[in-house]
């Protein structure tokens, strides 16, 4: 764990040139650091922003900014915090760190302010996480559920599950103590009714991690299909741009075509790909093996079929190959006055025109919004936090089990405190230095 008695510095705005470049300190001799390199019109007060001139080591004006002091512990960092916004020139900013760095300031870690709100109690780990997604946030709906996590709504909605977990434990735990009065604190299917009280949140809320992943890292959706059917027409369409190169003749792509785009805020990664058939081509061959790669692994795929052609056997090999897959069937040039048969399921769309464009992306939206919480709730968004409601599940299924098959329950109990200490790991009541420094090492410097 770092040293959270230093006094520590680093530049909180993006590298380059801007119109401001903020520095920060966080540390019990943030102000006595700072107070030294400026010539400030009034003194630094709490919570008030300050006028001041930057000076060089020879006392000679480099710039002018304006200085506000944090007083602990009302501060990102419950600590005292000094930020100096100058004008934005990466020389001058890094004048002002190395500086710092002369009166004792110790330059910070990736994500080291933001641990240090952690450990002081200010954020809990969902919080402190949640910040980092706000900052990577590229669509505004990811950026709305960074906003929640961080006002504490995964917090709000364990603080409950883990409170009928501890009465719980507390309960038996009194059974334990007064076994020797004969007395049953708690009768057999209540414990099983409470444990099962609290599988059903911690049950809704595992369940969001699949839509929760979506919202904050995206999914690929790819478009297949034969050569010549309009995939790289729709892909056009739905990119709203001449991205791929469209032509009369079949097998134009040989290659994987990839653009992001934003639906309804959610990020896409479209791949354009090979037209699928058997070719003797070495370059579409490899084309079409990385097709079937991206159909693979793609989170949702887009079979288009051609409207002025009969289904062809590929088609039916497709469909059938991701039955059990999130896909749509398009029947795409219905603008060619189409005479084949094709199924009546299937969405009809002209990539030239844009006739089903706005349905395509609704169908799209509605394969996602299958896994979107029935109700307004808080999301997993990342794999440390579906791993530790599952990991409480998983014990308190057990402990449901032992209570069924009568087992004593101070046997019981390690699996409840199991179930405990993975929900109490979720917020980082209990979460090891190692994992707490593996999670802000992904943070950018400065915040």
Known sequence: MLDSQDTIVAISTPPGRGGIGIVRLSGPDARSIV???????????????????????????????????????????????????????????????????????????????TQRAFLSGRLDLTQAEAVSDLIDATTLHQARLAA????????????????????????????????????????????????????????????????????????????????????????????????????????TTRDLVTEHVSLEGIPVQLIDTAGLRDSTDEAESIGIAKSRQAMAEADIVLIVLDATAPPHQEDHATIQVLQDRPNLIIINKIDLSPTPQHPNSALKTSAITGSGIPELRQAILAILTKQAPTQETALLTNLRQQQAVTASLTALQRAKQGVAATIPHEMILLDLYEALHALDALTGTTTSDDILNLIFSKFCIGK
Do not use: M, W
């Not at 001139?53 to 900014?65: C, M, R, S």
């Not at 990102?76 to 760095?101: F, M, N």
């Not at 009768?187 to 369940?207: D, K, M, N, V």
């Open 35 to 113: 107070e030294p390199l400026l010539k400030l019109r009034h003194p630094l007060a709490p919570a008030q922003a300050r006028f001041a001139k930057i000076l060089d080591n020879t006392g000679q004006t480099l710039d002018e900014a304006v200085v506000t002091y944090f007083q602990k512990p009302h501060s990102y960092t419950s600590e005292d915090i000094v930020e100096i916004a100058a004008h934005g020139s990466p020389v001058l900013l890094d004048l002002l760190v190395r500086q710092c760095l002369t009166s004792g300031a110790r330059l910070a870690e990736p994500g080291e302010f």
């Open 148 to 251: 929640q996590q961080l006002g504490g709504s995964l917090s709000r909605q364990i603080t409950p599950i883990k409170q009928q977990l501890t009465t719980l434990i507390a309960t038996l735990e009194a059974g334990i103590d007064f076994a020797e009065d004969d007395l049953e604190v708690i009768p057999t299917a209540e414990i099983i009714a409470r444990i099962e009280s609290i599988q059903t949140p911690l049950t809704a809320l595992e369940q969001t991690s699949s839509y929760g992943r979506i919202v904050r890292s995206g999914f690929t959706l790819a478009i297949v299909g034969r050569p010549n059917a309009g995939k790289s027409s729709l892909f056009n369409r739905l990119v709203e741009r001449d991205r791929a190169i469209v032509t009369a003749t079949p097998g």
